[in-house]
C-alpha cells in the first residue's frame, strides 16, 4: 500500500511558476514508477509526466514539454512537479501517482494523491 500526499498548489499569473511536490508512505517507494495528471473542471483526468524508478526515464505530455520538469528523490520518498511559464489551461487538479512501471495511462496506475490545485489566471 502507498499513500501519496501532494502539496505546493496555488493561485499564480500567467507566466509564474510553481513547484509541486508528492510525498509517498511507502519504503519500497524507490521500486515505483510516479506520474503527475490533471484534471480540469467538466474534463477528462489528462497525463502531465512520469519518471521512472530510478529517475533515468522521463515522459512528458506535449503540452508541457519544455515547461515543466518532474524528479524524484528516493532517500526523501519524494516527486516533484516544477512549472514555469503557466498558462490559464493549465488550471486544474493536479494528482501524483504511483506504479510499478512507467506508464503515461492513468488507468494503469495503482495509486493516487487526493490532489492538489492549481489555478492561473490571465
Known amino acids: 500500500q502507498v499513500q501519496l500526499v501532494e502539496s505546493g498548489g496555488g493561485s499564480v499569473q500567467a507566466g509564474g511558476s510553481l513547484r509541486l511536490s508528492c510525498v509517498a508512505s511507502?519504503?519500497?517507494?524507490?521500486?515505483?514508477?510516479m506520474g503527475w495528471f490533471r484534471q480540469a473542471p467538466g474534463k477528462e483526468r489528462e497525463f502531465v509526466a512520469a519518471?521512472?524508478?530510478?529517475?533515468?526515464?522521463?515522459y512528458y505530455a506535449d503540452s508541457v514539454k519544455g515547461r515543466f520538469t518532474i524528479s524524484r528523490d528516493n532517500a526523501k520518498n519524494t516527486v516533484d512537479l516544477q512549472m514555469n511559464s503557466l498558462k490559464p489551461e493549465d488550471t486544474a487538479v493536479y494528482y501524483c501517482?504511483?506504479?510499478?512501471?512507467?506508464?503515461?495511462?492513468?488507468?494503469?496506475?495503482?495509486?493516487w494523491g487526493q490532489g492538489t490545485q492549481v489555478t492561473v489566471s490571465s
Open positions: 501517482a504511483a506504479n510499478p512501471s512507467l506508464s503515461a495511462l492513468a488507468r494503469e496506475y495503482h495509486y
Open positions: 511507502a519504503r519500497t517507494f524507490s521500486s515505483y514508477a
Open positions: 519518471i521512472s524508478w530510478s529517475g533515468t526515464s522521463t
